[in-house]
């Protein structure tokens, strides 16, 4: 199978180290237009869940509006986020305190 | 993933590339989904703007080569593991565009479940919201088959 094409941004851009500490969440927003079935497949791709995870996660963001697919250090997340948004899923970035 | 084909009907599908290649041109330059980015950072949020735009842009045309002299002498379109994933991506770009540019008065909630009544439906948009069901089912083969080698992985 193709390799998922990840574009990484360059280190020189990526946020000044005191954000790095902090905890930052990849959050996926509803749209109507993806399928379900699409959202299942890229969360399995991009995070490599089981099937059972990936459908949880694609419910809580078509039920609820959204869904914390991940959480962990900014570098790795502006990184999850970046493929996400080349899937063309509503991805942000949430940092702790964010709400 | 295996190689695969998909046999389609040229005189349904084909009138219907016209707007694909009219909303891959007006991609070029703009993102299907514009990213919320929590950087204030212009430079930062530039450059991820436009490595994103760059990846639409080879997915679009990936999914434009895929209507090739084959396609229209035989009706089928050829996937695998070199094209697959990024035809997949260029088809919920050009939906999402399609949704923006025609398809907003259908309501989300009718395109969600795919009830609209196709008569109701004004030349231009029933074109629109029948292009965004072929784009859906080419993503719903894709997936079939990137789903089985995932699974297979």
């Known amino acids: 199978m193709a390799d998922t094409k990840t574009h990484t941004l360059p280190s020189q851009h990526t946020a000044p180290r005191l954000q790095l500490e902090s905890t930052w969440r990849v959050v996926v927003l509803n749209d109507p237009v993806n399928l379900m079935s699409y959202v299942v497949l890229i969360f399995k791709k991009v995070f490599g869940f089981d099937e059972t995870t990936a459908r949880r996660h694609m419910l809580e963001v078509h039920e609820q509006g959204r869904s914390v697919v991940w959480s962990g250090l900014r570098e790795k997340a502006e990184a999850y986020t970046f493929t996400l948004q080349q899937w063309h899923l509503t991805a942000v970035l949430e940092s702790d305190g964010a709400i | ?153």
């Open chain 2, 1 to 153: 993933m295996e190689p695969f084909e998909i046999a389609l009907s040229l005189p349904v599908v084909a009138p219907l590339l016209d707007v694909v290649k009219e909303l891959a041109d007006g991609l070029k330059q703009t993102l299907a989904a514009p990213p919320v980015l929590p950087e204030s950072d212009s430079v930062f949020r530039d450059l991820w703007t436009q490595e994103l735009l760059a990846a639409q842009n080879e997915d679009l045309a990936a999914l434009l080569a895929l209507f090739n002299e084959e396609f229209f002498t035989e009706g089928v379109v050829a996937l695998g593991p070199s094209n697959a994933e990024a035809i997949a991506r260029a088809c919920s770009a050009i939906r999402l565009r399609l949704r923006e540019r025609y398809l907003v008065p259908l309501g989300d909630e009718a395109l969600e479940i795919g009830e609209v009544e196709l008569d109701s439906l004004d030349a231009p948009t029933r074109k629109a919201f029948m292009c965004y069901l072929f784009l859906a089912t080419i993503q719903e083969y894709i997936i079939q088959h990137l789903d089985e080698s995932i699974i297979g992985s």
